[in-house]
């Protein structure tokens, strides 16, 4: 039956309709004909509300780290921890994922993807560290972090999903560290 009711409770509907199907089918698998038969709505009713497919799909998509402060540790523990908060990522946040890199090719969405990026990992470690090279280490963290959820999520790695949690935390977490915090070069002695 179509939904009848207030202005509000339609938006609501479809928001939520919307954000399950985006998650559960992603982007180009959805359809504005699905997201209405799931609020109990019409497909006009979508459009008038959200003024387009994409536009509601960057309304819905939103990955977040709802944690306490999720990087609040000594910077020699950094590596571990985003190893941790990767992995322990599941859920809703899977679906987001998923649903914004299966979706990039949409100029917007493209776009709400490098937001994320930039907002969810490189800003949040660039600013725990320092040294000239502070920006390219946080971005090369980051892009070993979104490597890893690629690998799990969209590549489904066997390998990977098979392995021990604790042993890939401290394996993933080692080669974040590195990144980092890389070591200094020794520089040989002369005698």
Do not use: C
Request: aromatic share 4%; charged share 25%; net charge negative.
């Amino acid at each position: 039956m179509l939904q009848t009711g207030s202005s509000v409770s339609t938006r609501e509907s479809i928001h939520s309709a919307a954000a399950q199907l985006f998650r559960s089918r992603g982007y180009s698998r959805t359809t504005v004909r699905q997201i209405a038969a799931e609020a109990g709505t019409d497909p006009a009713l979508v459009i008038r509300h959200f003024k387009s497919k994409e536009l509601l799909f960057l309304e819905t998509m939103h990955l977040t780290l709802d944690d306490e402060p999720p990087l609040d540790v000594p910077l020699e523990r950094l590596g571990e921890r985003l190893a941790e908060l990767l992995l322990d990522l599941g859920g809703s946040a899977r679906g987001v994922f998923l649903a914004l890199v299966h979706g990039s090719n949409e100029p917007h969405i493209h776009d709400r993807l490098r937001d994320t990026h930039e907002h969810l990992f490189v800003e949040p470690l660039r600013r725990r560290l320092t040294g000239p090279d502070a920006d390219v280490r946080a971005r090369m963290a980051a892009a070993v972090a979104g490597g890893l959820l690629y690998a799990l999520w969209v590549a489904g790695d066997q390998g990977l999903l098979g392995m021990d949690r604790a042993e890939l935390v401290s394996r993933y977490g080692a080669l974040l560290q590195d990144v980092l915090t890389p070591r200094t070069p020794e520089v040989p002695r002369t005698p």
